[in-house]
């Protein structure tokens, strides 16, 4: 059929536009943990039509908002379907027209509302190339989406202008990887270490992730190694109309009982272990000492000095000493000055140790023991230090 405003406006009115939906899986358990409504034109005769064959055009007008819209009613009408078993969060396509929209987020939560849906069952799916168009007005719409309670996901990360800048600006909950970023197989070092390096950063922000296009099992294999969170692709289902989606959801009750410590990938692992670390030190940190820079978790109220997470060494080790107890500081910057740090270890020493008077965020002094651990980088002749700190008792 041929493309026209006229044709769609009536599918509409007919009913003939239908939301399909594609699961998202749990990268570890397989189990379904969310959706993508689709839209998809199913003609009189039968034929389906992909979005492929209209959107792109309606996307020239406003016409693409009355689609967006439909879908979305139409998300909320399978959720009301799901009422009483599991509800999965549904995430809804919108076009870029919406961000310059007057009272989008209002016109969402009436919709949302009138169903008596909780709004995070609803994910505001956005192309990545719209926010980098838009990016004046993107930044307080993706605030005002959020602040009502419903998700963002940037959609297609990776397919067009990527903008690492852009990504660090947005307050988006959710990072959807491209498919153009995948091969086959996923064998190739660089697409290897481009991939690792997103989900990375990805997590450093608070992001949950989705790969997109997953079609092989070796593709699955090494996005598990990269700790992402759910897969969407054919590997584990196409789109789907919404009575084998509802069907699916009811097969695919979580099973409760899934032992934790089996289903971990090398990422996971290595960050409960990390979790595990820092119950029992309130200071974290990783640095490097070649380079200068340092990474670090710590209480809240560990240190009275308001210390970046993330930065240049020396200057951390500065702000330590000045939250020191004032006949400590000089040992303090001295023990851990970059020079003597890797004096110590080309002497072949393992470990740095010192227990200094530490003033914590209540303006009490603590004892404290501030170990540093040599440690040779796997990938580079970088020396780097792993420092934890222990809170010690009183002394009588
Ligand atoms: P998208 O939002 O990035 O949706 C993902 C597309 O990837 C879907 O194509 C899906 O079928 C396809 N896909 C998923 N897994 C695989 C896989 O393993 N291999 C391959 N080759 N493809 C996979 P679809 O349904 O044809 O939709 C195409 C695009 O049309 C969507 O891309 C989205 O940008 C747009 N679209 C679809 N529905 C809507 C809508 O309701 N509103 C708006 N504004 N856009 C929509
Ligand atoms: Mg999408
Ligand atoms: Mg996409």
């Known amino acids: ?3 026209s405003a006229e044709n769609v406006r009536r599918a509409i009115a007919q009913e003939e536009l239908q939301a399909y939906y594609q699961p998202q899986f749990d990268a570890i358990t397989g189990k379904v943990k969310s959706a993508e409504a689709l839209v998809r034109w199913i003609q009189s005769d039968g034929t389906v039509v992909p979005p492929f064959a209209f959107i792109p055009q309606a996307e020239e007008s406003d016409l693409i908002m009355e689609i967006d819209w439909y879908m979305a009613k139409k998300v909320c009408e399978t959720l009301i379907r799901q009422n009483g078993r599991k509800q999965h969060p549904i995430a809804v396509n919108f ?4 961000i310059g929209e007057a009272h989008f987020t209002e016109k969402l939560t009436a919709l949302v509302d009138s169903y008596h849906l909780p709004h995070h069952l609803i994910e505001v799916e956005i192309t990545e190339s719209a926010m980098v168009n838009e990016s ?17 996901a940037i959609d297609d990360f990776g397919s067009g202008l990527s903008s690492l800048q852009f990504v660090k600006d947005m307050p988006a909950d959710v990072l959807k990887i491209d498919k153009s970023l995948l091969s086959h197989n996923c064998e190739n070092e660089k697409e290897r270490i481009v991939l690792e390096s997103i989900f990375y950063f990805a997590h450093r922000l608070h992001m949950t992730t989705i790969a997109e296009g997953v079609e092989t099992k070796e593709q699955l294999a090494f996005l598990r190694t990269c700790d992402c969170g759910k897969i969407q692709g054919f590997l584990f289902a196409k789109p789907m109309p919404e009575a084998d989606y509802l069907t699916l959801c009811d097969e695919h009750v979580e099973d409760e009982s899934v032992d934790i410590l089996e289903i971990q990938t090398p990422a996971s692992a290595a960050d409960l272990l990390r979790r595990v670390i820092f119950q029992k030190y309130p200071l974290v940190i990783y640095s490097n000492l070649t380079r200068n820079s340092f990474y670090m978790m710590a209480y809240e109220d560990f240190s009275s000095t308001g210390c970046p997470s993330t930065g240049v060494f020396d200057e951390l080790i500065q702000h330590g000493a000045s939250s020191m107890y004032p006949d400590d500081q000089q040992v303090f910057a001295q023990t851990f000055s970059r020079e003597h740090l890797l004096a110590e270890y080309h002497a072949g020493k393992t470990e740095v140790k010192l227990i200094t008077r ?39």
């Open 95 to 98: 076009s870029r027209r919406h």
């Open 1 to 3: 059929m041929e493309f």
């Open 136 to 152: 004046e007005k993107i930044l307080d719409w993706v605030i005002s989406v959020r602040s009502a309670g419903f998700t963002i």
């Open 358 to 396: 530490q003033l914590g965020n209540d303006g009490c002094y603590r004892r404290v023991e501030t170990t540093d651990y040599f440690v040779k980088s796997p990938s580079s002749e970088d020396v780097l230090v792993i420092t934890l700190c222990e809170n010690l008792p009183d002394e009588e």
